[in-house]
């Protein structure tokens, strides 16, 4: 089994930053790609960011793009998630996940294990 913890979530102000924290555990964790979802109140979970087991792929949502980053220590089996210029659209729970390929992916249904998510609000 693979276990994900996410870490560094909390309140800001509009134009802020944050940096969350992916912590992946278990004998069966290998190589996986990583990414990042987030679901606001009322709304379906997006895609935010993924990255490759390599780091040498990575993709962002638009709504994203310039303004987070991500990236990944696979010594430390974490994936992290740089946040600035954070805006209150921004607001919702951040969930890490892993799949079992090494290759990003856009969908949430690739992902096989799921952190239990932080939540990031954004005050304006």
């Known amino acids: 089994q693979v276990q994900l913890v996410e870490s560094g979530g909390g309140l800001v102000q509009a134009g802020g930053s944050l940096r969350l924290s992916c912590a992946a555990s278990?004998?069966?964790?290998?190589?996986?790609?990583m990414g990042w979802l987030r679901q606001a109140p009322g709304k379906e979970r997006e895609f935010v960011a993924a990255?490759?087991?390599?780091?040498?792929?990575?993709v962002y949502a638009d709504s994203v793009k310039g303004r987070f980053t991500i990236s990944r220590d696979n010594a430390k089996n974490t994936v992290y998630l740089q946040m600035n210029s954070l805006k209150p659209e921004d607001t919702a729970v951040y969930y890490c996940a892993a799949r079992k390929l090494v290759a990003v992916t856009f969908t949430a249904n690739d992902y096989e294990y799921w952190g239990q998510g932080t939540q990031v609000t954004v005050s304006s």
């Open positions: 278990g004998r069966t964790f290998g190589r996986r790609g």
């Open positions: 990255i490759s087991w390599s780091g040498n792929s990575i």
